[in-house]
């Protein structure tokens, strides 16, 4: 990197990429990290110990100073949850300190896996919490919307939901031999577990893309736009679970043709759902799109390259074609992408700290976590709304025969 002097250019030390010097503290089952060796290696390689990344800046006056020394600090992977908080993303620093602080796990993406209560976090997202940001309403409000039924690929009252209440009330019955009936609780059912009520319950979603949580991707700029829900789990969908459904059976013989059946028709009335956000803290890339840009960031915050984010959108699209950068192998973009997205960004041009931005993408998580053997994915739960229906929804399941019993 260079930077202007008065005596014309000249070299000057400076990070070229996010550092992953610092550790996390060790697991309640780990012992602690031995003192770091002092052997000097460039910064932002994953190899540099701490007290050797950080030089003494003693000789420096402020961080306005011309000197060499003045170029920023190095920017760790750790040091992402204070530029989270300096820009007051709370639940964003949260979510990122757990994940540099669990376990190592990884989390396939649209997995319906029942996990380990370890890698489930289900009381920290409120979803009017949720709702307030972008245009995130819209979805939730075309999901629940009785009058969409017909045109909406995303609400509850369309056909696609109603075969999928088929299926599940088809596999519930089962389960109880075709003896339940009456009023059904879903939650009491699953005992308040929420991964279990996704799993047998869940129904329909509505995705909300990233455009739509933040709402406006210029203003992103410069952090300007983004908030506090795109830094912690940026794109998510929203879910609609059956809550409460009345079940009625009715049983009758058949005695033509022969030989004789028993029969029962079961039709169910769903009265309540619950909506809530659902999603993964994961890090995963489809094996031929770009690694997902995720901004870049120093201790103050974050800046949005909006070409870069563009890029990523029109690549994605396009991945198909093979001709982008495939997971963590780095290949050149069509159109090319511009130089400055995936190298430090100095917004003032005068290396000062707090002016350059380190570029972030999904491989930069998981190259942390292979050096570390830390870094644990998990699945977000927000809590569940229960919305009464102005319109409940029936589902006939049709008539079920057993050949009669004498």
């Not at 089962?174 to 009491?188: F, V």
């Not at 005992?191 to 869940?202: A, E, G, T």
Request: glycine fraction near 4%; aromatic fraction near 10%; hydrophobic fraction near 35%.
């Amino acid at each position: 990197m260079l930077k202007q002097h008065a005596d014309g250019c000249r070299p000057v030390k400076a990070q070229a990429s996010i550092a992953m010097d610092k550790s996390p503290p060790p697991l309640d089952d780990e012992p602690p990290e031995p003192a770091p060796s002092r052997t000097s290696a460039p910064p932002g390689t994953g190899n540099t110990p701490p007290a050797t990344a950080q030089k003494s800046r003693s000789s420096q006056v402020d961080d306005d100073d011309d000197d060499e020394e003045d170029c920023p600090p190095p920017f760790d992977m750790l040091d992402l949850p204070k530029g989270m908080a300096a820009m007051g993303f709370k639940y964003a620093a949260y979510c990122a300190r757990r994940w540099f602080n669990g376990r190592a796990h990884v989390i396939p993406d649209k997995s319906d896996t029942m996990f380990d209560e370890a890698f489930v976090d289900t009381d920290n997202l409120k979803l009017s919490w949720v709702l307030g940001f972008g245009d995130v309403r819209k979805h939730y409000n075309w999901l629940l919307d009785s009058e969409l039924e017909s045109t909406a690929h995303e609400n509850i009252y369309n056909s696609p939901a109603r075969k999928e209440l088929v299926n599940k009330f088809e596999r519930f019955m089962k389960r109880y031999d075709y003896q339940y009936t009456g009023t059904l609780d879903t939650l009491a059912n699953c005992d308040n577990d929420k991964q279990l009520l996704h799993k047998r319950f869940q129904f329909q979603h509505a995705d909300v893309p990233m455009l739509d949580v933040i709402a406006n991707l210029k203003t992103a700029y410069q952090g300007v736009g983004m908030n506090d829900l795109a830094a912690a789990i940026g794109n998510f969908s929203l879910y609609a679970a059956i809550a409460s459904a009345e079940i009625r059976v009715a049983r009758y013989n058949r005695y033509d043709p022969v030989p004789w059946r028993q029969c029962l028709h079961a039709t169910v009335t769903i009265t309540h759902v619950y909506v809530y956000a659902r999603d993964y803290y994961s890090f995963n890339d489809a094996g031929h799109s770009v690694s997902q840009y995720l901004g870049h960031w120093n201790h103050r915050g974050v800046i949005i390259a909006l070409d870069g984010a563009i890029a990523d959108v029109i690549s994605k699209k396009l991945a198909s074609k093979r001709r982008f950068e495939l997971a963590n192998d780095a290949r050149y973009y069509l159109p090319s992408i511009p130089d400055h997205i995936d190298k430090p960004v100095d917004i003032k041009s005068q290396l000062r700290k707090g002016n350059v931005y380190y570029p972030i993408r999904n491989r930069d998580f998981r190259r942390w976590r292979e050096l570390k053997i830390r870094g644990g994915d998990f699945v977000i739960y927000s809590d569940l709304k229960r919305i009464k229906l102005t319109k409940p929804i029936v589902v006939d399941l049709g008539e079920v025969c057993w050949e009669y019993e004498r």
